[in-house]
């Protein structure tokens, strides 16, 4: 007998805006082979990405109940995403209407992008204030904040808690322009073959197994970075554990 599928799932693609499927459970649906958190990683072998596009957003519900959920990618968070409530007279406006724009969908998790700088923009007018920080680099991001780091530590811890007890909780989002390497997927695959389950850095086994293809967690990295030049080749690549890999590129020499 075919297990009954109740939970409905709805992928937000760059190029398919509404795609269809269900699941037989919740977690199948978030974290299972199928689920979301592979569609975003493109671990979902059943997927046509260059015809769907990427993964953006997926929503899920389970019929007859008044409400679901949104989820986008947050490697941050245990389960690798971040979840917000939606409501199914939503999602039915959605199922017969057509999908939302991404600012739509954003706004389930707080102010979008373009409401959130409408809104600054506004209080800027009202009084004075530190011109609004908009970066047009993810580098410029990263600048930004460990010159913010600095100032913080050269602050009394008076002075920081009391800065902390005014600032807003929730961060604003900017949008930037990156770059990214269509890297070889074949070199992942042998350089972590080669690596066997232990980090080429510490030679310690992998700290964990991935949940999505129960392979050992290891990470490839270039020894001579892409960005600058280097090779993506097996031998420019070490499969390391977080920590040695972070270490390769924060640590002190």
Known sequence: MKKPHPIQFRAVHSKNRWRKADHESEKNALTGTRGARALFDRLNKAINYAREGDAKFVIIWREGEDKGEIVVPDHDQW????????????????????????????????????TERRSEVAESAQEPAEP???????????????????????????????????????????????????????????????????????????????A??????????????????????????????PNCHRFRHYGAA
């Not at 970066?135 to 050269?154: G, H, K, Y």
């Open 79 to 114: 389960d690798g995403l971040r979840h917000a409530p939606m409501g199914i007279d939503d999602i039915n406006r959605f199922e017969r209407d057509g999908p939302p724009s991404d600012e739509v969908l954003w706004s389930y998790f707080g102010r979008s992008p373009v």
């Open 132 to 210: 609004i920080f908009a970066p047009t680099q993810l580098a410029e991001v990263e600048q930004d904040l460990q010159r913010r780091i600095a100032d913080s530590q050269n602050l009394s811890a008076a002075d920081r808690l009391a800065r902390l007890a005014a600032s807003e909780p929730l961060p604003r989002r900017v949008c930037v322009d990156t770059t990214a390497f269509i890297r070889n997927a074949d070199v992942i695959v042998e350089v972590l073959l080669r690596a066997n389950g232990r980090c080429e850095g510490c030679s310690k086994p992998a700290p964990f197994i991935r």
């Open 212 to 241: 999505s293809n129960r392979t050992p967690y290891l990470e490839v990295h270039h020894q001579t970075p892409l960005s600058q030049g280097g090779e993506d080749t097996v031998n420019n690549a070490l499969a390391l554990c």
